[in-house]
């Protein structure tokens, strides 16, 4: 197995790996950036990763504030609507581990 380390914005590498491999040819892919843009880099995975695979999405309970209607910063109304939208979305199966911050488990159906 190798590892392809690439330094650029995680939107510019996802598509990239996109145009160069084309979609589902990933089992497994892991979120953990810019949190406004979840939902970006959650589309792009959806497209890489095959049916019956994994995106693993870090930080989804932000400390607890996603549950916090007083908290209203950028990041966590971010974080709030991508639960949100990944919990209807029919092309997932969806788990959130409320482990440190949260991580959401969602299969590729």
């Known amino acids: ?24 040819g990933y089992d497994f892919a892991f979120i953990d950036a810019d949190k406004r843009a979840y939902g970006k880099y959650f589309e792009l995975c959806l497209q890489l990763v095959r049916q019956g695979g994994l995106i693993a999405v870090d930080n989804v309970l932000w400390y607890g504030k996603v549950a916090d209607s007083q908290v209203d910063d950028k990041a966590t109304v971010a974080l709030r609507e991508f639960n949100a939208a990944v919990l209807a979305d029919p092309r997932v199966t969806l788990s959130i581990v409320p482990v440190g911050d949260g991580m959401a488990l969602c299969r590729k159906r």
Request: proline share 8%; charged share 35%.
């Open 1 to 24: 197995m190798d590892i392809d380390a690439r330094l650029a914005p995680a939107e510019d590498s996802l598509r990239q790996l996109l145009a160069d491999e084309g979609p589902g």
